[in-house]
Every structure is written in C-alpha cells, then in structure tokens.
C-alpha cells in the first residue's frame, strides 16, 4: 500500500473538520484515503488530482440541475483544478501540499458557484466571468493567508468571505450595466448550494 504523506494528511484533516459542509470536501475524504492516489510531497501530480475530482462530482450535482449544466459544473472541476494546478507547478513559493490545498479549495468554490449559477436565471454568457472574477480572487486570498501563515477556519472563513464579496459584486454589476434584471441579481444572490447542502447533511 502506498504511504500518503502524514503532512498532508494533516493539511486535509484539518480542512475536512473546519470545511465539513463543502461538498468536494467530502469527496476528498473518500479519494485521499485510497491508495490508488499517491499524494506525496515530493511530488505534485494536479493532473491526477484534478482528474480524481472531476471524476467523482458527477454523482454529487443536484438531482434538479439539469445534464447540460452537470456536465458544465463537472468540467469547470476539472478545468479550473488543472489551470490552476498548472500556474502551482511553476511557483516556488509553495510547499506541494499547499500547492494540493489550493487547488482543492479552488475546486471545492467552483463546484458550488457552478452549481448556484446554474439554479439561476442569469444567461449563460455571463456565467464564465464570474467564476473567472471568483477563482482569481480565491487564489489572491490564499496567497495572503499563505504569507500572513493563516490556517484553518480563520483562513477558510476569508475565502468564504471573498467568495460571497465577489460573486455578489459580479451579479450586481450585471445588473447595473443592464444585463440583468435587478430582481435576477437578487434571486441569484440567495442562491447557496454550500447552505443548501449543510443543511442536507443536518438533516441525515
């Protein structure tokens, strides 16, 4: 059986306590524990990590989204996993268990905002930049939690945060600029799967 690295473990273990009503979360503990992956430190293989991601969302989209848009959220796993995965490779600054976490976390935001866009009534022309806007500013978030060595539920909580700020700033723009009508910003702004999906958890 192949050894994960205790240092991950660690890194994973801690994210799944704070994170527990994050779908992919969920995922990652089934994945990680299965030694068919081999995460290791001296080794950072984001294709096979995002390919483990993808692979098992499909099963985890909602019942009522529809099979375009479980295949668009399924995608955006992979796609948004392997570009930033692939930016992680070239970046000293980063051990490659961070480099693992970030990408995870990554994945986990785009999984949920996917999803909440797709239980929207916002045209599927906007939906690419504002995951884009949502990604970029997830990743600058860690890059400061990073630096200022912020961990666990505070450096969670500030993604969470920037997340919502973000993603409520694009819908509103679209509003503003005419794009959308005021009462769709406002629908899609209470969209929450993470909520949606805690609170399905709660019940069980």
Same mark, same amino acid.
């Given at each position: 059986?192949?050894?994960?690295?205790?240092? =991950?473990?660690?890194?994973?273990?801690?994210?799944?306590?704070?994170?527990?009503?994050?779908?992919?979360?969920?995922?990652?503990?089934?994945?990680?524990?299965?030694?068919?992956?081999?995460?290791?430190?001296?080794? !950072?293989? =984001? +294709?096979?990590?995002?390919?483990?991601?993808?692979?098992?969302?499909?099963? %985890?989209?909602?019942?009522?989204?529809? *099979?375009?848009?479980?295949?668009?959220?399924?995608?955006?796993?992979?796609?948004?996993?392997?570009?930033?995965?692939?930016?992680?490779?070239?970046?000293?600054?980063?051990?490659?268990?961070?480099? =693992? =976490?970030?990408?995870?976390?990554?994945?986990?935001?785009? !999984?949920?905002?996917?999803?909440?866009?797709?239980?929207?009534?916002?045209?599927?022309?906007?939906?690419?930049?504002?995951?884009?806007?949502?990604?970029? *500013?997830? !990743?600058?978030?860690?890059?400061?939690?990073?630096?200022?060595?912020?961990?666990?539920?505070? *450096?969670? $909580?500030?993604?969470?945060?920037?997340?919502?700020?973000? !993603?409520?700033?694009?819908?509103?723009? %679209?509003?503003?600029?005419?794009?959308?009508?005021?009462?769709?910003? +406002?629908?899609?702004?209470?969209?929450? $799967?993470?909520?949606?999906?805690?609170?399905? +958890?709660? *019940?069980?």
């Amino acid at each position: 059986m192949n050894k994960i690295n205790t240092n =991950y473990i660690k890194v994973i273990l801690i994210t799944l306590v704070v994170c527990g009503i994050l779908l992919l979360c969920k995922i990652l503990n089934v994945h990680i524990l299965n030694p068919a992956m081999d995460i290791r430190s001296d080794n !950072f293989d =984001y +294709q096979s990590f995002a390919t483990n991601l993808s692979d098992q969302a499909p099963a %985890l989209v909602p019942h009522d989204v529809s *099979e375009s848009c479980a295949n668009y959220v399924v995608s955006n796993v992979k796609e948004y996993s392997l570009n930033i995965g692939e930016q992680l490779a070239k970046d000293s600054r980063y051990s490659n268990d961070d480099k =693992y =976490y970030i990408v995870q976390v990554i994945a986990e935001w785009i !999984f949920h905002k996917s999803v909440d866009l797709c239980h929207s009534d916002i045209p599927e022309k906007y939906w690419n930049d504002g995951l884009q806007e949502v990604s970029t *500013e997830i !990743f600058s978030t860690l890059e400061e939690t990073k630096s200022k060595h912020t961990e666990g539920a505070e *450096e969670l $909580n500030k993604v969470e945060e920037t997340v919502n700020k973000t !993603f409520n700033n694009y819908i509103d723009n %679209l509003a503003k600029q005419g794009r959308i009508s005021k009462e769709s910003a +406002q629908h899609t702004k209470t969209l929450s $799967n993470i909520d949606d999906y805690s609170g399905l +958890q709660n *019940e069980q």
